[in-house]
Each structure stands twice: as C-alpha cells, then as structure tokens.
C-alpha cells in the first residue's frame, strides 16, 4: 500500500471518531477515552459544534450503566439520572 493512500480508526454512528494515515508494518493503537454530553439546540448530522458558544450541557457520567435520562427543565437545566426500569 503506498503512503498517503488510506487512513484506519474507529467511528461511531457511521462517523470517524480517531483516525490516523496507514503506514505499511505500522501498528496503530488507540485508547479511547470517550465523554458524552447532552445539549439542546438546533444542530445539523455531522456538524461540528463550537463547545464554547454551548451554554446549556450536561456530562452523562456512564459508569457501567446502560440506561441514562435526561430532563430538560424550565431554566435549562439538565437533570441526569440513572433511567428507572
């Protein structure tokens, strides 16, 4: 494979989240470290947001739970909790 011909990574909901340029006998490893967050506004699929014009966000924390709610309140505040089976 050439150089500068393809890249490898790891996506997520059909789009790249890390990725880097194949190199021939290279082995790329990646240790992903995700954090989630919550916001409410009017966005569109794969646009990148501008975290410091975001007022209104809240960390979901996943520490092995597979449910989370969120609640959106009067004063835009976000309310998360584990999800009630």
Do not use: C, R
Not at 58 to 77: C, H, R, S, W
Request: aromatic share 10%; hydrophobic share 45%; glycine share 8%.
């Amino acid at each position: 494979m050439p150089d500068d011909t393809a890249s490898v990574g790891i996506g997520m909901d059909a789009a790249p989240v890390f990725a880097a340029q194949a190199v021939p006998g290279a082995k790329l490893v990646f240790t992903p470290h995700p954090q989630y967050w919550i916001a409410a506004g009017t966005f569109t699929n794969g646009e990148v947001l501008d975290v410091e014009e975001i007022t209104d966000e809240a960390e979901i924390p996943y520490d092995n739970t597979f449910a989370m709610q969120a609640v959106l309140g009067k004063t835009n505040l976000w309310t998360v909790s584990a999800a009630q089976s």
